[in-house]
């Protein structure tokens, strides 16, 4: 539901006992707030990393290295920004679309100028480059494959803020290249949060594929190719994107000790060697 939620889909379970559930075109907005070890436990869940549940969350990890250092005096938040959010936030909240579809809500398009648009996909092609020269097995990769769409969200959202309590409909006024310049420097903030969450993720992943591999080989039951081993693991599991992540992780149980690898012939074979794990 989450995942629907999250790009407008179409969400439908049907349940034994007739209660079913049918939502067309959901909406779901998050703002979650977590101590730092329930965050790694989120990030290191295996499901939640392969179906992408991780990468469309924006992170915000604050420093904790301030703490013995607080001097209880930061300044309140000024009266009259709490006054112009408050306002706009109502403003948003009152405004209703005249136009209903089939769903009884009515969809717009926000459209860039042209300025924007060209600043924007400058951005997503810096991204893109940023992704080409990242290690496949980089969780920080995964997580900028989908932040030029992140981006344009928050472009949207900052618009219609923007827009808010005007004679303008969110809709009715093109997104400007200042509003997409500060989209992108809020982006940039995030984006350095999220690498610094990913970065907890990274070395957790690893040792997760290794896990994986090994129970791979009890399912198997016995030594096998090298081969017919990594191309299981790509039917069983998403967690290989490729097969650099595969072969890191058998490095990793190479060098502990928990397999051997031998060549019969031409093809490489291997082979669960720890005591402690074949007995499970």
């Given at each position: 539901g989450v995942l629907k939620g999250w790009?407008?889909?179409?969400?439908?379970?049907?349940?034994?006992n007739g209660n079913d559930v049918h939502l067309d075109a959901g909406r779901l907005s998050l703002c979650l707030l977590m101590q730092r070890s329930v965050a790694e436990r989120v990030l290191t869940t295996p499901e939640f990393m392969e179906r992408g549940l991780v990468h469309r969350f924006l992170w915000l990890l604050p420093s904790s290295t301030h703490i013995g250092y607080r001097t209880g005096d930061k300044p309140a938040v000024p009266d009259h920004i709490m006054s112009q959010w408050s306002s706009r936030i109502n403003a948003l909240l009152s405004w209703s679309p005249a136009d209903s579809n089939e769903y009884g809500t009515a969809t717009h398009l926000i459209k860039m100028t042209p300025t924007a648009l060209a600043r924007f996909q400058r951005y997503a092609q810096a991204i893109e480059k940023q992704i080409r020269n990242m290690d496949?097995?980089?969780?920080?990769r995964t997580y900028r494959q989908k932040w030029p769409g992140q981006v344009a969200r928050i472009a949207g959202v900052m618009h219609c803020l923007d827009t808010a309590g005007t004679d303008h409909a969110p809709h009715g006024k093109p997104l400007t290249d200042d509003g997409m310049v500060a989209a992108i420097a809020m982006g940039d903030i995030l984006l350095d949060h999220a690498?610094?969450?990913?970065?907890?993720?990274?070395?957790?992943?690893?040792?997760e594929r290794a896990k994986r591999i090994i129970e791979r080989m009890h399912v198997l039951g016995g030594p096998t190719t090298y081969r017919d081993l990594w191309q299981g693991m790509r039917r069983v599991t998403s967690l290989f994107e490729g097969r650099d992540q595969f072969?890191?992780?058998m490095r990793m149980l190479f060098e502990r000790g928990y397999v051997s690898v031998a060549w019969k012939g031409k093809t490489e074979h291997v082979t669960l060697t720890d005591p402690a794990i074949q007995a499970r």
């Open positions: 790009d407008n889909g179409t969400l439908r379970v049907d349940r034994s496949r097995a980089d969780p920080r690498d610094a969450a990913m970065g907890m993720l990274g070395q957790d992943m690893e040792v072969e890191r992780a």
